[in-house]
């Protein structure tokens, strides 16, 4: 699968402001700087479609993205460490989880995950509460050309290690760099599968 067109929809600060138009949805979320938007851009091939920086808590809003004129690729601001206040913070976790929680055109969350870094407890419980909710997930790793082939192997074992305490069955995953444009045949394939069946 290789995407075609992909067009910047809209930023929503709340689920009634999403596109209506009931065309399924995929969402990336991860923590603040963990590369979501950077990873949009790779898998569409438009370089700056989704705004990035290394400035955790650059994105805000629940983009939408239309790509084909067929489905949503949604970039979803981060959890984690981002300097902003608390009060900042808990709105967006509020719109976060209302989104996730609520929309009824999500088919999928890819929650992406610093390949470089040992599990931690941030993303453990953010998965934890997607599987709750019964919310389908994928797990992807970001930024395998900073590390070591052998490290970023070490690393992975350890964070699916972490997870089997909370799930019987492990979520497929995926080894990515936005910079080296790795892991996109496998992520588009794995999209296909999910939007067009
Ligand atoms: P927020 O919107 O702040 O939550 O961040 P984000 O998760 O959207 O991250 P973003 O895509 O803006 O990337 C954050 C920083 O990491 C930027 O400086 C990117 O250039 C860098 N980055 C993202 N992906 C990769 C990657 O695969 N490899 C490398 N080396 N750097 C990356
Ligand atoms: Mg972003």
Known sequence: Y???SAVFSKS????DQCPQDNLPEIAFIGRSNVGKSSLINMLTGVKNLAKTSSTPGKTQLINHYLVDNAWYLVDLPGYGYA???MSEKAKWEKMTW???LDRKTLLYVFVLVDIRIKPQKSDLDFIRKLGENGIAI???FTKEDKVKTMEGQ?????????LKEDWDILPEYFVTSSEKRSGKVEMLGLIEEIVFN
Not at 12 to 15: D, G, L, Q, V, W
Not at 154 to 160: E, G, H, K, V, Y
Request: net charge positive; hydrophobic share 50%; glycine share 0%.
């Open 83 to 85: 300097k902003v206040p």
């Open 98 to 100: 209302d989104y996730l």
């Open 138 to 140: 994928k797990i992807v």
């Open 12 to 15: 929503s600060a709340k689920i």
């Open 2 to 4: 290789q995407i075609r």
């Open 154 to 162: 070490r690393n992975i074992m350890a964070f699916l290690e972490a």
